[in-house]
């Protein structure tokens, strides 16, 4: 994932600012008041952490490192009167390690950050690929011989429902791994106050991920394997800046580089059921492949694919402010991003059976690449300007237009000949075609102070966006809003919200759709034309000095529309209930709970048909749907009693979530299949069972300040997840994963369940 200092998103931050947050600039910047006297304040934080799991010890970790051993942190302050300096380390020595440290005075601030972040995917998961170099990854000869003979008894990938009843060879030859990948980020940054107006800033961010990812690995339409992906990268960004501000406005330039370059180009695996390429023996174009080798797995004895490829980022931008009379503001942010990728290019094939004069004099582009490198270059201008003014205490005004412009500018690469699956040659391709995007959006409000402590706020959208590639060139959204919004009643607080939003197609393309071999009538949800209301209610109520209630609703519907919409998703509601409260009889203790209730669903429908010139494709009877209905509970409890027992503190939270989502399939086709019978006699087609899960936390803590300077402290953490997800799959009878069920060699990663609990026992030294 590409880490980004971006100075340029403090425009949008500004959009809605006043001018005071408004004016981060170099005198404004945090400093240790001159007069204060010098201070040194820390926290030592020793103890022993012991975690203990049943189920998905992953899962129960997932971005963190709960192992037994030592727990230290540390908490470090000191000020005087013309400097500040802090550090920070958090659970020293694990695998979620952070240390941070700042230093601010009057001419110079430094700040200096190192964060590691893992993340778990499972600890049960294996593999029967041997990983035998960097992205590499080998099968056993014997197994492979033996599947692409047919060898009785032997089975690769089942592909029926009377073979996923038998183990695959590759079963017993999988080896346990755990799949984990972790990121480390090193960062600092300086800034140098010339003048008390002007200030000059520099920051270098280097992020590496190593580790593994679960990753699909396909051969043909029912091999679908899964890989460990192996991961070795880094992202090296660097940015400089200098700000100017005083109390009448503000300018920064500022440009940012980024360098992401990795380390392992490509991807190259063992075919699970063919040792050596195919070959029927005949001429082109029936031969000497498998016409049909797309499909039934006749194809390459490995594949090869490319992995995220190096790229170059350069942004330069410019950030502006000024303040006007009548309590008016302008703000605008303009920046230019160049995106660059110059990888080398893997070959058009791994198939030795293909990639050889015969089928070049058939196919003559497949005899080499156009060119070696990618040569792809996209360039990106953005721009803002915001403004904000309230000329009257009755009246308020605020406006804004955004420009963004994504062009690509890459060399263009003929692919009309090419290789589908390493399995088919094909000359159905096309020249690579450079996608570009403009979008407009213009936003507009006005605020009335119609009756004391209340602002009723009037609003107005427009976005275009024109894009080249999709069935519709250009789109128009129009959005209407209200609000009124009452604050500053000791009593009550209400805020109540409804927005429409239409859009509207313009320049529809069938073609798109069919060179994509997608139906006529098929809409894709960003581009369907779409009417779309929501509604919010919010209140607070405060009786008492002591206590809040607070509720909320929302709802919102989508209804996708227009001329020719048969296919895609043609609608999606949403409803939110909350409701909680907060009672503080005395300063010591503190108490809340709240309830929330969401329902999702959305309907969409398609067809099960092979492209023209097959009679399926305009068959109504291969119509199918997806009902997706969703219902979530979320319960929220918290207790804190500080010092009502002389010298201790006492926390406790309870947090539960549960969800059940239906999958309902209907329309004619589904019809067809549940009444046709496989060869064990079972439907072709069965209704997939829902997908539920259950998830509670409780934390509880105890602290006891036994003196100024020392304390002591209990920590108790518990998690249970249940959830059952037709698509992760055991051994019958076992909560072992399963990593041969049907089309697939997989790694085993699933939704599993888990039960887990930490304790902490700590000792405090403050100084």
Avoid: C
């Avoid at 942190?73 to 000020?79: A, D």
């Avoid at 692409?148 to 009377?162: F, M, S, V």
């Avoid at 009902?627 to 319960?635: H, I, L, P, S, T």
Wanted: hydrophobic share 35%; net charge neutral; charged share 20%.
């Amino acid at each position: 994932m590409r880490n980004r200092l971006m100075i340029v998103t403090a425009a949008l931050l500004l959009a809605s600012a006043t001018l005071a947050p408004v004016q981060a600039s170099a005198q404004s910047q945090e400093q240790p008041a001159a007069s204060a006297a010098a201070s040194t304040k820390g926290i030592f934080d020793v103890g022993f952490r012991g975690t203990s799991v049943t189920g998905d010890e992953a899962r129960y970790e997932r971005y963190s490192d709960l192992q037994n051993g030592a727990n230290i942190n540390l908490s470090f302050r000191k000020q005087t009167d013309t400097y500040l300096f802090g550090a920070d380390a958090q659970n020293v020595g694990y695998r979620d390690q952070q240390y941070s440290a700042l230093y601010k005075s009057g001419k110079v601030n430094f700040s200096f950050l190192y964060d590691s972040i893992p993340l778990n995917y499972g600890y049960n998961t294996s593999t029967p690929w041997v990983e035998s170099g960097k992205g590499k990854w080998t099968l056993d000869t014997a197994a492979r011989t033996a599947v692409q003979n047919k060898q009785a008894g032997i089975l690769g990938i089942a592909t029926t429902a009377a073979q996923a009843a038998q183990a695959s060879i590759y079963r017993a030859l999988a080896k346990p791994f755990n799949l984990t990948q972790k990121r480390d980020s090193l960062g600092f940054d300086v800034t140098y106050n010339a003048t008390s107006e002007l200030g000059i800033t520099a920051a270098v961010l280097s992020t590496a991920k190593t580790g593994y990812q679960p990753w699909g690995a396909s051969f043909a339409f029912s091999y679908a394997n899964e890989l460990p992906l192996p991961l070795d990268h880094r992202t090296n960004d660097i940015s400089l800046a200098a700000e100017w501000a005083n109390q009448k406005g503000m300018f920064r330039v500022a440009w940012e580089g980024s360098w992401f370059k990795n380390q392992i180009q490509s991807l190259e695996w063992d075919n699970p059921v063919r040792i050596t390429d195919f070959s029927n023996g005949r001429e082109p174009l029936l031969g000497p492949y498998d016409p049909s080798g797309y499909s039934n797995g006749n194809g390459p004895a490995f594949g090869r694919q490319s992995t995220f490829p190096d790229s170059n980022q350069n942004t330069v931008s410019f950030l502006a402010l000024v303040k006007l009379a009548k309590r008016t503001v302008i703000n605008g942010a303009f920046s230019v991003v160049d995106n660059t990728q110059n990888d080398t290019l893997i070959p058009w094939t791994s198939n030795s059976v293909i990639n050889q004069p015969v089928v070049w004099a058939a196919f003559p582009e497949l005899a080499k690449l156009e060119r070696a490198t990618a040569e792809a270059k996209v360039r990106g201008v953005n721009g803002q300007v915001n403004f904000s003014s309230r000329p009257t205490n009755k009246v308020g005004i605020s406006a804004k237009y955004r420009h963004n412009t994504h062009a690509n500018i890459s060399r263009p690469f003929n692919a009309v000949e090419y290789v589908r699956f390493d399995a088919v040659p094909e000359e159905t391709g096309s020249e690579s075609e450079g996608h570009d995007i403009v979008r407009d959006t213009v936003d507009a409000s006005v605020s009335f102070s119609l009756m004391p402590l209340s602002t009723l706020r009037v609003g107005y959208g427009y976005d275009n966006v024109n894009r080249t590639g999709r069935a519709h060139s250009d789109m128009r959204d129009n959005i209407f809003r209200v609000t009124l919004d009452t604050t500053g009643n000791p009593y009550l607080v209400l805020r109540v919200g409804y927005e429409m939003n239409k859009r509207k197609g313009f320049g529809f393309s069938e073609m798109a759709l069919e060179e994509g071999g997608a139906q006529p009538g098929l809409r894709f949800y960003d581009e369907a034309e779409r009417d779309r209301n929501r509604a919010n209610l919010l209140f607070t109520l405060m009786p008492t000095s002591t206590v809040d209630i607070t509720a909320s609703v929302a709802y919102g519907k989508d209804a996708y529309k227009g001329p020719g919409l048969e296919f895609g998703l043609l609608d999606a509601n949403t409803t939110s209930y909350n409701v909680g409260i907060n009672f503080t009889p005395t300063d010591q203790v503190a108490f809340g709970a709240n309830f929330g209730r969401e329902n999702f669903s959305s309907l969409q429908k398609s067809r099960a048909a092979s492209p023209p010139p097959s009679p399926q494709f305009s068959d109504p009877t291969r119509d199918w749907t997806l009902d997706n209905d969703e219902k979530v509970n979320n319960v929220d409890v918290y207790l804190d009693l500080m010092n009502l027992i002389s010298k201790t503190d006492i926390k406790f939270g309870y947090v539960f979530s549960d969800s059940d989502n239906a999958y309902v399939h209907g329309g004619p086709w589904v019809a067809t299949l549940r009444a046709t019978l496989d060869a064990t006699g079972q439907p072709t087609s069965q209704a997939l069972p829902n997908v539920t899960n259950s998830w509670q936390q409780l934390r509880a803590e105890l602290r006891v300040h036994a003196s100024a300077k020392v304390g002591f402290g209990l920590e108790y953490r518990y998690e249970k997840l249940d959830v059952s997800d037709y698509a992760t799959i055991n051994l019958p009878g076992t909560d072992q994963p399963r990593i041969d069920y049907l089309g697939a060699i997989t790694t085993g990663y699933g939704n599993r369940p888990y039960k887990g609990s930490t304790g902490f026992a700590r000792i405090f030294y403050f100084f």
